[in-house]
């Protein structure tokens, strides 16, 4: 039985687009290895803190703290569960105000501030790198954690 759909986050995105049939499999392969390569160059510049906030609450925390504008959401995990990311300077005020308010977080063993503005850098040397990709139509309809919507997946 084939699924009715495939969604995918972060890394996850090249897997559903490989099961949904838009990238075979050493195009998939082309595009993990590029994306690791490039991001590899990013350590160091920041991390990523899982929290218990809503999107709502974390809106208005990153607004409070003076930080909006450095760290990211990289990913709400649930109606109360947030993953942000920016330089550790900016998290540690966040982990500090989150600690004050006795409301849980935990800053995520990475060296890497996925999701956020540390990744401009590696942008184009990544289009430039993945230049060549034929990707066909979606055989299952694949929806995209980046655009909230159905991927065609022939772009």
């Known amino acids: 039985m084939a699924p009715a759909a495939v969604i995918g986050h ?3 995105e090249v897997a559903a687009a490989w099961a949904c049939g838009a990238l075979d499999l050493a195009q998939a392969v082309r ?3 590029q994306r690791s390569h490039f991001q590899a160059a990013t350590r160091g510049s920041g991390g990523m803190v899982a929290a218990a906030l809503t999107s709502n609450e974390t809106e208005q925390l990153l607004e409070e703290i003076g930080c909006a504008d450095e760290v990211a959401v990289a990913g709400f995990n649930s109606p109360r569960g947030v993953t942000l990311a920016g330089p550790h ?3 540690s005020a966040l982990e500090q105000r989150l600690a004050e308010r006795d409301l849980f977080c935990r800053r995520l063993p990475l060296d890497y501030a996925f999701h956020s503005a ?3 850098p590696i942008k184009e040397p990544l289009l430039g790198a993945l230049k060549g990709l034929s990707p066909t139509a979606s055989q299952i ?3 995209s954690t980046v655009t909230g919507g159905i ?3 022939s772009r």
Do not use: N
């Open 10 to 12: 972060s890394v996850g």
């Open 31 to 33: 595009v993990v290895h």
């Open 89 to 91: 300077g900016a998290l």
């Open 118 to 120: 540390a990744m401009d």
């Open 141 to 143: 309809p694949f929806y």
């Open 151 to 153: 991927c065609a997946g």
